[in-house]
């Protein structure tokens, strides 16, 4: 890289270290290029992004960041994972450790919070804002949805009462 694609590149990560809900970082040493296109995917398909990074690049891009504090994760091969929801790209970055133990999680960060290794472990065991979505629509949905029974029981009731009469004058 020459001097203005290394300024260039340093102004960019930067702004991902300030913008990102959580950036972790990992080890990727003994990865194939497969395996690392297909860690790019799932994240990419889940809404994050994995760069990898010089390592005296990133420091510098750290400086002035509420991410600052990571600075010394960023030794021998490292890359970083991040997104804009604080939970994707630590349960991204997990999941695929899980299947290869070449990817090792150093740690990260979520706004001015440093994680180690098992606080991105802890931030991934949470749901995602879709999910607490989800479940806080269902929540809200399961009353008004016994409401309507509960209004709905009594003219069902007189519906079956006029119906068992009407079937009763039929008959006689």
């Known amino acids: 890289m020459e001097k203005a694609e290394k300024r260039e590149f340093v102004t960019w990560l930067n702004g991902v270290f300030k913008d990102s ?47 600052e504090g990571i600075s010394d994760l960023f030794v021998g091969q490292t ?11 630590p349960k991204i970055a997990i999941e695929f450790a899980k299947g290869n133990e070449k990817l090792v999680i150093l740690g990260g960060s ?38 309507a029974q509960v209004v709905n029981a009594p003219a069902a009731q007189l519906a079956r009462v006029f119906g068992a009469y009407a079937r009763k004058d039929e008959a006689a």
Not at 79 to 89: C, E, G, R
Request: charged fraction near 20%; hydrophobic fraction near 45%; aromatic fraction near 2%.
């Open 79 to 89: 890359l970083v994972a991040y997104s804009n929801d604080p939970i994707t790209a």
């Open 110 to 147: 979520m706004g001015a919070t440093t994680l180690d290794a098992d606080g991105v472990k802890a931030l991934a065991a949470l749901p995602s804002l879709d999910e607490l979505r989800a479940k806080l629509v269902g929540m809200i949905q399961t009353p008004a949805s016994r409401i």
């Open 21 to 67: 809900g959580s950036v972790v970082v990992a080890h990727y040493t003994g990865l194939t290029v497969a395996q690392l296109s297909d860690l790019r995917s799932k994240m990419r398909d889940a809404g994050g992004t994995v760069k990898v990074a010089k390592n005296r690049l990133a420091k510098i891009a750290l400086q002035g960041t509420d991410s």
